[in-house]
């Protein structure tokens, strides 16, 4: 729990309480499912021990210490160092911050070099964790009474009542961030939309999960249209890709439908961007195939989405299909949400929604997760592969 100048007043005796409700709900929920306490940490300079126990923590008046270590400033590199490093499998570390970055020398530099600083502190410390880590980044809103401190006067804040944004940032190895988001144990602890005014997500990971989930053509789906049969069995282990005999149906006015079934991470992507058809790239040319709808899904092997595939013309022969699932970076919401000038503190103004500095953060993790990957493999999240054969 991030503890510098800007964040003590998400809590305390007169404000609404969202920032604590989010933080104990999540807590408990953890609790609920393994039960053992979480430990919870003070980070600002550096990393400290909390001095009270849960119990103390839910009862006090405020939830921050505010004579624990260096409020003028957030050690972002140590803090997510620490985390990173202290990862372990079935582990996952959770950081509230309102993730305002305030180096130690800020004082003086311009806001675009300290939007740079965080971007290139960001990539440096996440990249060489990039390949098996899983970051999940949660952004909700909470009441705020109290002093709140700009980028250019880091120790002379201005008297601010009204809402502001923080995040609850999620890290994990791949496995135990899979097992996270699709294991039904977790699944009241993932409903993050329920959460005192949460607002977005964003997730960056190479796990496979997400970059190859698991998919399989639906066989006698009530709204495919036509027929076929499996095709090598070999070629069909991990779920079926490959199908043979592929006919029209015998009614002339349907159109050859084929349904494939996905695993998505659900807690992960907001279920606008996985069923909004815009988002995908479907290149199947000789068919003409176009994605009609995508629809929620509850199966027993883990697909959690039916994309339905209509073609335009009757093809003969062995082809291919591919469906290519679009990554927007930055989201509108980051873009919206990003501040490079946070003076003036007017709860009526954009103020109350902006977070100084955001997009560098996220670039800079982007980068990290993203910067090695070709030009092309950046803008999707992943690309499945359907054969035909007649």
Known sequence: MEHSGSMYFYDGPSV?????NTLVTLMQGFE?????????????????PYPKDFEQLITSKSIFETKIGNSGFTDFQTIFSTILADLKQDQM??????????????QGKSAQKIMDEAEQLCQMTFSPNAANTSVLIIKLHSDYQGVYYSYNSPNKGKTYKGNRP????????NQTMEKFLKDGLYSQIRSFEQLPDFQNKIFFSNGSFLSAPYYTILQNDSEGKGSFNKGD??????????????????????????CVAVSFPKGALEESEITNIENYQIDGFKDGFKLKTVKSLNRTDGTTHKLILEASKVARGEREVTIKFKRNFPPKWVT?????????????????????????????????????????????????????ED
């Open 16 to 20: 609404k309480g969202q920032f604590k």
């Open 336 to 388: 919206d949400t990003h501040s490079s000038d946070d003076t003036n503190i007017n709860p009526k103004s954009v103020f109350a929604t902006q977070t100084f500095g955001i997009n560098s953060i996220m670039k800079g993790l982007d980068n990290s997760f993203n910067l090695p990957k070709s030009s092309s493999d950046k803008n999707y999240y992943f690309t499945l592969t359907l054969k035909l």
């Open 32 to 48: 609920k499912v393994k039960p053992k306490i979480p430990k919870v940490f003070i980070v600002n300079d550096k990393v400290y």
């Open 166 to 173: 923080y995040y609850v940032c999620l890290f994990a190895k």
């Open 233 to 258: 069995r070999d070629l069909n282990k991990n779920g079926l890709h490959v199908i043979k005999d592929v006919k029209p149906s015998h009614r002339s006015t349907d159109k050859l439908t084929i």
């Open 93 to 106: 570390g959770i950081l509230f911050s309102d993730l305002i970055y305030s180096g130690k020398n800020s």
